[in-house]
């Protein structure tokens, strides 16, 4: 059985909140792993509403520093501390980010008990800023009005299972038995190669997550999402209103489907969506001309990412 990766949906509007949809946040779970992606206005009540644990989060990325991607993040970190966290929070942001909490968190007499480290993004660089066991977490520079960073938050592990009539057949030592979940061959001490798929079957892909918040159309972003389990694509506009979405540096709902596809994503979510739309079924219809696999963004709703 696979582990649980999952993405749960709680913030959607671009700019401002509307009477039904609130600024970009989406809380992620890898299995152990917590995550929140973006902290808009609301941040915190979504994650009430929806009987998500704020105390579980161990991780913070943030985009940009528009405001409707982190305007939650003090009251966040705040309610954190009157909770008596006392585990370190690490917060992935641009470096401009850490005078204006730090200047909030003084000026307003915030008790914190728990430390909280920040990993600056390069808006200008593709790194590896998070590389654990199990997972790892890459960024993607963007292009949008001011300096924006994806993620890819990408799980990590065998790949293979263990045939194990076959691996006592061939007298495989138990020892060896991890490197042939990793697709390693077996070579033995007088010269024979067993190819591994003759001691394994497959297992579960690695799955990943892409997350592109505000940013042009941007074909270089491909590379670096190429084959994601699930590609979170921002579509402020329809397709009918480019000339804005280029002036605002922002993306058509046909533009993140064709993303999906060079991409060959497996899913594509999109979000982010105008104030002037309150029906987004044609956002909707507009990026599967494109992608079929396409979903929306949905507040409260989950996503499980399946191989």
Not at 163 to 180: D, G, H, M, Q, T
Not at 182 to 188: I, R, S, T
Not at 273 to 297: G, M, N
């Amino acid at each position: 059985m696979q582990k649980p990766f999952e993405i749960t949906v709680l913030g959607t509007s671009s700019a401002t909140p509307t009477r039904d949809r609130n600024p970009s946040a989406q809380y992620v779970r890898l299995d152990k792993h917590y995550f929140l992606i973006d902290c808009g206005e609301a941040t915190q009540l979504q994650l009430t509403k929806y009987n998500l644990r704020l105390q579980k989060i161990k991780y913070v990325l943030i985009s940009h520093l528009h405001g409707d991607h982190y305007f939650g993040l003090p009251g966040l970190v705040t309610s954190m501390a009157l909770f008596g966290r006392v585990d370190p929070l690490y917060i992935v942001c641009p470096a401009d980010l850490k005078p204006i909490m730090d200047a909030i968190l003084t000026i307003g007499d915030a008790h914190m008990n728990f430390e909280i480290h920040y990993i600056f993004t390069n808006p200008n660089d593709v790194e590896t800023i998070l590389d654990e066991d199990d997972f790892s977490i890459h960024t993607i520079p963007l292009k949008h009005r001011i300096p924006c960073t994806g993620f890819v938050i990408e799980e990590k592990g065998p790949e293979r299972k263990i045939n194990l009539e076959a691996c006592e057949r061939y007298e495989i030592p138990v020892s060896f038995y991890e490197k042939l979940k990793w697709g390693e061959d077996f070579k033995g001490q007088s010269g024979i190669e067993i190819a591994n798929e003759l001691l394994t079957f497959q297992g579960y892909k690695n799955r990943k997550f892409a997350y592109i918040s505000d940013t042009i159309y941007d074909e270089t972003i491909v590379p670096n999402i190429s084959d994601v389990t699930l590609l979170y694509h921002e579509a402020t506009f329809l397709h009918d209103r480019l000339q804005r979405a280029q002036e605002t540096f922002h993306t058509t709902a046909l533009q993140a489907g064709q993303i999906a596809k060079l991409a060959n994503a497996k899913n594509l979510m999109i979000g982010h969506y105008s104030a002037r739309y309150s029906d987004l079924e044609p956002l909707l219809l507009e990026a599967k001309k494109i992608h079929l696999e396409t979903y929306l963004a949905i507040e409260g709703e989950v996503f499980q990412l399946n191989s």
